[in-house]
Nanobody, 119 residues
Framework: QVQLVESGGGLVQPGGSLRLSCTASGSGISINTMGWYRQHPGKQREAVADITSGGSTWYADSVKGRFTISRDNAKSTVYLQMNSLKPEETAVYYC?????????????WGQGTQVTVSS
């Protein structure tokens, strides 16, 4: 069974920083792209950033220059360093991983972690 476990959410003041982590586990898995989405109350989930197994990255325009995605392949972990956070970035943040297991390749999702940006 494949699991993604997130950590690092919480309450931060505007302009502050948080670092999210997400670790994938499961037997016989090969992890491709990993990344993060976020969902504001009452809105659709939106992509924030992703990173390939080779280290190529993509960012949403709204977070470029402030967020940094990275991964440790040995630990099957992806990180999202978020700096200069804004109140409108309050949302539930979800990690995802595209995982190959035996003959199946699909996206898996974490349970979500709340990020609240407020003074």
């Amino acid at each position: 069974q494949v699991q993604l476990v997130e950590s690092g959410g919480g309450l931060v003041q505007p302009g502050g920083s948080l670092r999210l982590s997400c670790t994938a586990s499961g037997s016989g898995i090969s992890i491709n792209t990993m990344g993060w989405y976020r969902q504001h109350p009452g809105k659709q989930r939106e992509a924030v950033a992703d990173i390939t197994s080779g280290g190529s990255t993509w960012y949403a325009d709204s977070v470029k220059g402030r967020f940094t995605i990275s991964r440790d392949n040995a630990k099957s972990t992806v990180y999202l360093q978020m700096n200069s956070l804004k109140p409108e970035e309050t949302a539930v943040y979800y990690c995802f991983a595209n995982i190959q297991r035996v003959v199946t390749r699909r996206d898996y999702w974490g349970q979500g972690t709340q990020v609240t940006v407020s003074s």
